[in-house]
């Protein structure tokens, strides 16, 4: 005769289950397991857990794997949740089964240097760091167990890495903008004009759309809205249009039925394509990334004395103000504001020779 089994466990599909009242709470869970040892054991720590948490208010040890399970299951609404995934999978095989009161910097050296043996930029090893940090801090201050206390007492302080070959923003003068521009294929050129006058990111101009386009019939122009899951901060983009920008927008009415910016009838993917790498070996600036279109924009407004708080609207960056409800002297103030970066130079200007490219393409 075998032996009695403990009361509280359930045979069920092959894995034994708990189903029993612990101190006046009902628990009913999966042990993960076959073996009745092993689920006795399970049940008996998951008691002793309950008993420490109700009457010393001592927390139940989980591991990091469980909170990074949780953290996936709660975020799947983030846009960047598949990146945060991809960092969890090569962290949870080094300090999954590591308790969340156990984990420091560390802890994690092993997986830090695991990172570095394989090649990997300090930019990229900091980026899981934050994934652990935000993690460790939503288990001390937000997640909360059914005995109403967090699942950490205080999150450890988790330091990224000095990154002294981190990448520094590289805003182009006049004169490289032209040489620059000149080097582009046509309709590259014009999505590269339209960044450096609006300060739109390479997937905004990319998946602008001419349902976006919003016509302002007072000051006989037009504006783009972007949609805020297009746009990185989340918020609705209002995309304000200078001389420059809106010449752009003209030459490309017509050329296709949906998207503004197109090469050979179909939307263009990315701007920092193989023509763009050539161009910019071309003219010795190989250093120049789209990005750095929108951090041109930004010193030339800075430089032309526009306010914070105009910059801010006009390059699309959260700020608590910010509200895509603007009134006609608004629009008109941030308009003036975005012509004050048109070049004033002469014939030779880049986006004269980028329009007359355009104008016979």
Request: charged share 25%.
């Amino acid at each position: 005769m075998g032996r009695k089994r403990t009361p509280g466990l359930v045979w069920r599909q092959g894995v034994w289950h708990i189903d029993k009242r612990i101190r006046g709470r009902r628990i009913c869970q999966s042990t993960g397991t076959a073996q009745l040892q092993e689920a006795e054991q399970f049940l008996a720590r998951l008691t002793e857990e309950t008993r420490q948490a109700t009457v010393y208010g001592v927390r139940p040890s989980r591991t990091f794997e469980q909170a990074a399970a949780k953290f996936v299951l709660e975020n799947q609404h983030k846009r960047s949740i598949g990146s945060d995934v991809g960092r969890l999978k090569q962290l949870v095989p080094i300090i999954g089964q590591l308790p969340l009161d156990r984990l420091h910097i560390g802890s994690l050296q092993s997986w830090i240097n695991k990172r570095r043996r394989e090649g990997v930029s300090v930019g990229t090893i900091n980026h899981g760091l934050k994934v652990v940090r935000r993690i460790l801090n939503l288990a001390a201050t937000e997640w909360m167990d059914d005995f109403g206390l967090t699942w950490l007492v205080a999150a450890p302080k988790i330091k990224l890495l000095p990154d002294t070959h981190k990448r520094q923003p590289y805003p182009l003068n006049w004169d490289e903008q032209g040489r620059l521009f000149r080097e582009l294929p046509g309709h590259l050129g014009s999505m590269a004009l339209f960044a450096v006058n609006t300060g739109c990111r390479d997937g905004e101009i990319c998946r602008l759309q001419w349902n976006w386009e919003v016509n302002v019939p007072a000051l006989e122009t037009s504006v783009f809205m972007v949609p805020g899951e297009l746009v990185k901060n989340g918020e609705e983009r209002l995309v304000v249009l200078n001389q420059v920008a809106q010449s752009v927008v003209e030459a490309q009415r017509g050329r296709h039925p949906t998207h503004v910016f197109a090469y050979q009838g179909k939307p263009v993917q990315r701007m920092l394509n193989g023509a763009w790498l050539r161009a910019r070996k071309r003219v010795g600036l190989e250093q120049v990334r789209v990005h750095d279109l929108k951090h041109t924009f930004g010193r030339r407004l800075r430089a032309a004395g526009v306010s914070f708080e105009d910059r801010q609207d006009l390059l699309g960056h959260r700020s608590g103000r910010i509200t895509t409800h603007y009134s006609g002297a608004e629009l008109s103030k941030l308009i003036d504001a975005a012509n004050q970066v048109c070049d004033r130079g002469n014939g030779s200007r880049p986006e004269i020779v980028v329009l007359r490219r355009l104008s016979v393409s």
